[in-house]
């Protein structure tokens, strides 16, 4: 990473360091429920594998949410920004494709949370695996289909 991008990383506020972990959650676009359709989800979860295929991340936990997901992960030779837009467009260019239709996929931007201590790491994994037990989407969290751990 050049000290010119390191600037501007700082700039917006947003600073990515390999080795480090994070949360990444980003939106659908006016919050549409794509991926109540679970194809639309398995597509979104390859792009969570692929990421990791190309070692730009370890994924450590998600779930995908008829709205949203959010993504645990150990960034390795990738950046945030990078990440995200390369996740989010290749995503939203297959869901499209798959769900007949054309047009903006996601909200702008995603948001990030580095992870400071190694105990906050279950901890948020297990928030985030409780996700369709609190929308009430199932009643154990064994009976959603979109998501995973490494702990499982």
């Not at 945030?80 to 290749?90: D, E, G, I, N, Y």
């Not at 990030?112 to 369709?132: K, M, Q």
Request: hydrophobic fraction near 45%; aromatic fraction near 12%; glycine fraction near 4%.
């Amino acid at each position: 990473m050049t000290e010119i991008y390191h600037g501007a990383q700082l700039r917006s506020g947003r600073y990515s360091q390999n080795g480090q972990i994070y949360l990444i959650t980003a939106v659908t676009y006016n919050r549409e429920p794509f991926f109540n359709d679970l194809r639309a989800g398995r597509l979104l979860v390859h792009q969570f594998r692929q990421a990791q295929l190309d070692c730009w991340v370890e994924s450590l936990a998600w779930v995908v949410m008829p709205d949203h997901f959010h993504w645990l992960i150990d960034l390795r030779h990738s950046d945030l920004s990078t990440l995200a837009l390369a996740t989010k467009s290749r995503a939203a260019r297959n869901i499209n494709a798959h769900l007949k239709r054309s047009g903006q996929f996601w909200q702008r931007g995603f948001h990030d949370r580095a992870l400071r201590r190694e105990e906050d790491v279950l901890t948020v994994a297990r928030y985030i695996l409780a996700n369709p037990l609190r929308a009430g989407l199932v009643r154990r969290v064994h009976d959603y289909s979109l998501w995973d751990a490494i702990w499982v």
